[in-house]
Structures are given as structure tokens and as C-alpha cells.
């Protein structure tokens, strides 16, 4: 199957939007990173923002995308949906976090260097009640959105490992990234976002490796039946199984991209944690996690073949 560039634009930039936002959900729970809250959210909206720009180059007519929105069941409803609750969510964050810079820029005026230190210099804090519905919002939308993709006519396509996949990404790039805006604003990245990177890039690295071995896997789900695609070429077959593997031809390229750069989400998270410096180190694993996740994705279009043909 060739590569369908917006669509791996979009699933990308969806999954590290969702992954910053959940990560300033939990920097709010552990009570950090409250300078670094507003840069965040304005960040995550605009990646949220690239990501649909993208999808409507997947279309013809992109005029007619709310014609799919009738059928509740459907991926792109679906999508849709969880989409407008994680902005429904933003808008709730901005509001508070305007209202809480103001409050706390009264409250330093108003008390001097007390207020200051009680209000952190005016950096307003979320609720934690909000903090944690943008932690449930940002990972629901990663896996709705990795579900839509999931179907039994493409065997490399009918696994959770696909949704795991792109929550891993938003849980290895989200931290990093919230970690340099941290840096970027002045404060240390807390304890919170530091162990937060770690894990979740382990776990990128991990579900990585396991999709693309079942990819491979799922290759042996073409077998020859008999029949072929043109009556004109009896002796092709209607499926070349060795081009379906994910560890031949081209798609090695992108296999071996795929788990390098989900590596090194993993490398850079250790070294920030040790040395501070999350400001290179968070970038390079964030950068690391995004160009993984493209890379993963080509494979995954490489792989999908259909096996409608054969019934």
C-alpha cells in the first residue's frame, strides 16, 4: 500500500498534541511546571491545529467530510468527537489559567514579595479536576484515534499493538517537550515530568519493536489460494508476501529508522534526569519520538496490504 502521507501527518501530530496536553495534566497534579502551563497549551492547540490541517489533503473533497459524520460508529466521527472534547478542554485551561495570572499578579501587588512567592511570581496553577480530565481526554483520543486504522482486511492493521503505538509516541514526545518549555521558562523539569519521560519512552521503544514483529507475523495471513489478480497473468500471484514483510525490500529502511529514533527518546530522558540539561537533551528526544513515530507509521502503510481480493 503506498504511503498516505497525511494520514501519518495527522495520527503524528495528534499523538504529540495529546501527549503535551496530557503531560501538562500531569505536571499540574504533581504541582509543577507552572510557568511552562500557558507555552504548553498554546503548543499543544497548534499542533492539534497542523494535524487537522493535514487530514484534508487526505481527501478529494474535503467539502464533503461532514457527510461522514452522520454514522456515530465510524472512526472519523469518533475522532471528531474526542477531538472537540480535548479542545472543549483547552479553551477550560486557557480561561483558567488567564483568570489565575491575573489573581496571582493582584495578589503579588497587593502583598509584596509574599504574594509573589505565594502566587510563583503570578504562574497560575489548573485544578487538579481538570488536570486529570486532560490527562483521561488526551490518551482517549490517541487510542480512538490508532483504533480507527484497526480493521480484519489488513492483518498488519488488526492490533491494539497500532493504538499502543501512537499512545506510546504521545507519551514519550508529550513529557519531552513539556520538559524544554520548562527549561525554556526558567524552572528545572520536576520530578513528575522527569520519571514521566522515562516511562513513557520505555514504553514507546517497546511497543515499537512488538507492532513491527507482528507485522511480520501478520504476513503469513496471505497464503495462495488459487486465484490472481488478472486472468491475463495466470502466473502472478495476487500477493507478493515477501514485500508485505516489514524487515525486506525498502521497509527495512524505515524499520531500522523506526527503532533508532524510539531509542533515543529512552537515552535522552536518562541523561536529562542526570544532568539537568533538558533543554538539548528533552528536544532530542522529543524530536527522536516524532521522526520514530513517522517512521513506524511508513512501515505500517508498507505493510497493510488488504485480503478483500481473496474472498
Known sequence: MELQWPLILFTTFVAW???LFGAQGAAALAGEGRRAQMPALIGSAALLAVGGIAVFFHLEHWERIFNGFGNPTSGITQELACIVVVGVLMVVAFVMLRRGAGDGAAAGAANGEA???AGDDGAPALPKWLAALMIAAAALLVLVTGHSYMMAARPAWDSPLGPLTLLGAACAAGPLTFAVIEAARGEAAGRAIALFSLIGSIANLAASVAYLAFMEMASASYTDV????????PTAGMVDVAALSP???ESVAM???????AAVPVAAAL???KTGNWKAWGAAGALGAVVGAVALRMAFYSAGASVYLFY
Open 247 to 249: 524487515f525486506a525490500g
Open 226 to 233: 488459487g486465484f490472481y489478480y488478472d486472468p491475463t497473468h
Open 271 to 273: 541523561v536529562g534526569r
Open 115 to 117: 504574594g509573589r512567592a
Open 17 to 19: 498534541s495529546a501527549g
Open 255 to 261: 524499520v531500522a529508522v523506526a527503532v533508532v529514533a
